[in-house]
Structure formats: structure tokens, C-alpha cells
């Protein structure tokens, strides 16, 4: 059978990932779900994939950055840290959720099983948005290849500012509501009222289910500074 693929038409208008400059400890968010696991692809290369979703519970906009994980094993032994992991969306509004996802080459090859633990040193700071700022963006004609890509066209409703580095993400979902891939695209520059195509990819190695297995969808649009 082939898989299913359903689309979540749902479209989070983020906007605007600029942060302030000097970075305070915030702990408003909550971890909703960690899942480490080792992968083996189809090149016979293993691969830690790390998937950490994470919700602003905070009334404030939240900038997520690039953080680091420590990977520990059942016995509480540190074997790998993922630096710099990225956040997507990396600007979440208030109740609204996000993902830290990456991919790395894995020495451990031995037990695909084994049971991996990620130990979270996430660093967030207060967005400089306004609600006025939110909204900016709407998406049409998405097309998804399965969990490789996707693409469509997205369109700046507002008709006075300009937006650089507009990023469009995809993030799948298992029917249990786990995260097992992340689609992106970067827009440069998109002007008022303009429409441009975009080509939304996993340039990180994603995980190969059953074909049978319903994947969801999420659309997530912000702009990364």
C-alpha cells in the first residue's frame, strides 16, 4: 500500500525570530516529548536522531535558540552532546509549540535499541515582536513527497513592510503525535503583497516507517535573524 500522507492545513503565522541582544534566563516552556533513537539508513551509515518538542507556556513571544543536548544511555552515561541544534519554528507565540531536530553520524552501531536519553541545555530569550507583527503570511498549492519535501507558494499579505529570511517549515507527526521529520525552505526576500514560490526539503536524515503509518502535517512560517 502506499503511504498516507494527510495534510494538516494549518498554518502558524509566526513572524520576525529577531531576539534581544542580551540574553536573560527564561523557563517558561515546558519539554512535551524527547525521543533519541539510532538510525540506520539506507547507505548503511547510523545516524542519532534527536527530536525534543517543546510549548511556551509564558504570554510573552519566545526566541529559541540554537542549543546543545547532552545524549545519555540507561546508565546515565554521557555518549555524544549535539551542539547548536536548531529550533523550528525557533519564534513560538504564547501556547504554541515548537521542535529541536537533528541528525548526527553515530558511532554506536551495536544496539539500535538501546535507550537513549537527551539531557536539554535550551537557550531561549524574549522575542522584540508585537502582536501586529504576527500574521504576515499565508500558503497555498503545498504539495508534499512524502517525508523529502514539498512545495507550494507563500504570499506576504501585508502591504507596507518587506520580510528577509522568511523560513517555511513542515513537521511531521505520527498519529501518536511523535515528530519524525522536519521539511525547510528559506525565503531571501518576499515584498508587499508578493507571491514566490518555495521548495520545502529534509536536508536531515528522517526516519523510514511502515508505508502504512499516517503522517500529519504542520505548516509553520516565521523569519529567522
Known amino acids: 500500500m502506499k503511504k498516507l500522507i494527510i495534510l494538516t492545513a494549518v498554518v502558524l503565522l509566526i513572524s520576525l525570530s ?4 542580551e540574553s536573560c534566563k527564561i523557563t517558561n516552556f515546558n519539554i ?7 538510525f540506520e539508513a539506507s547507505n ?15 504570554n510573552e513571544i519566545l526566541c529559541f535558540k540554537s542549543s546543545d543536548f547532552d545524549i545519555i544511555n540507561e546508565d ?3 555518549i555524544d552532546t549535539m551542539y547548536s541544534v536548531c529550533a523550528y519554528p525557533s519564534t513560538v507565540a504564547p501556547n ?20 537513549l536519553t537527551a539531557i536539554p541545555h535550551i537557550e531561549v530569550d524574549y522575542s522584540n515582536l508585537t502582536n501586529k507583527q504576527l500574521n504576515q503570511f499565508t500558503i497555498t498549492g ?44 528559506r525565503i531571501e526576500t518576499i515584498r508587499p503583497f508578493q507571491t514566490v514560490e518555495f521548495m520545502a526539503e529534509a536536508y536531515l ?9 499516517k503522517i500529519y502535517y504542520n505548516f509553520y512560517v516565521y523569519i529567522d535573524q
Do not use: W
Open 18 to 21: 529577531a531576539c534581544s541582544g
Open 32 to 38: 512535551i516529548s524527547s525521543d533519541v533513537t539510532i
Open 44 to 58: 548503511d551509515e547510523y545516524y542519532t536522531i534527536l527530536a525534543v518538542e517543546f510549548a511556551n507556556t509564558s
Open 76 to 78: 546515565g552515561k554521557l
Open 96 to 115: 504554541e509549540r515548537g521542535v529541536y531536530y537533528c541528525a548526527k553520524l553515530s558511532n554506536y552501531t551495536s544496539d539500535l535499541d538501546m535507550k
Open 142 to 185: 503545498a504539495t508534499i513527497g512524502g517525508n523529502s519535501y514539498c512545495f507550494g507558494t507563500i504570499r506576504n499579505i501585508s502591504s507596507r513592510y518587506e520580510y528577509h529570511n522568511v523560513c517555511v517549515v513542515l513537521i511531521g507527526r505520527t498519529i501518536e503525535n511523535k515528530v519524525i521529520s522536519v521539511m525547510s525552505s
Open 205 to 213: 536524515k528522517q526516519r523510514i516507517f511502515d508505508p502504512d503509518i
